[in-house]
């Protein structure tokens, strides 16, 4: 079952953005929720992690200016991208996790392009 993001879009370097994910209840429950983006010429990167108790971790480029948050009640994830930098640029994925295990199928993403 492929998980869709959005939310994506053009941005001006300092700008934000909210991206969301919903995620079929076979995979959001008892699960981690984990944003990855994969940029122009790059190999997809994890970039935030939440578990089922709300315990969220960071890649360390995006700690204080990116907050991951999940809502079980909606089977919702979503990435708040504050402070966005060109290097932010990428296509966004959301996935569940079992542990640090990736086990959904990748969707198509959601675009952000961070630029003046």
């Known amino acids: 079952v492929q998980l869709q993001a959005c939310g994506g879009g053009l941005v001006q370097p300092g700008g934000s953005l909210r991206l969301s994910c919903a995620v079929p209840?076979?995979?959001?429950?008892?699960?981690?929720l984990g944003w990855y983006r994969q940029a122009p010429g790059k190999q997809r990167e994890w970039v935030a992690r939440?578990?089922?108790?709300?315990?969220?971790l960071y890649v360390d480029g995006v700690k204080g200016r990116f907050s991951i948050s999940r809502d079980n009640a909606k089977n919702m994830v979503y990435l708040q991208m504050n402070s966005l930098k060109p290097e932010d640029t990428a296509i966004y994925y959301c996935?569940?996790?079992?542990?640090?295990?990736?086990?959904?199928?990748w969707g198509q993403g959601t675009e952000v392009t961070v630029s003046s």
């Open positions: 996935n569940a996790l079992s542990g640090i295990r990736v086990i959904g199928y």
């Open positions: 209840e076979s995979l959001f429950s008892g699960n981690n």
């Open positions: 939440i578990t089922t108790f709300g315990l969220a």
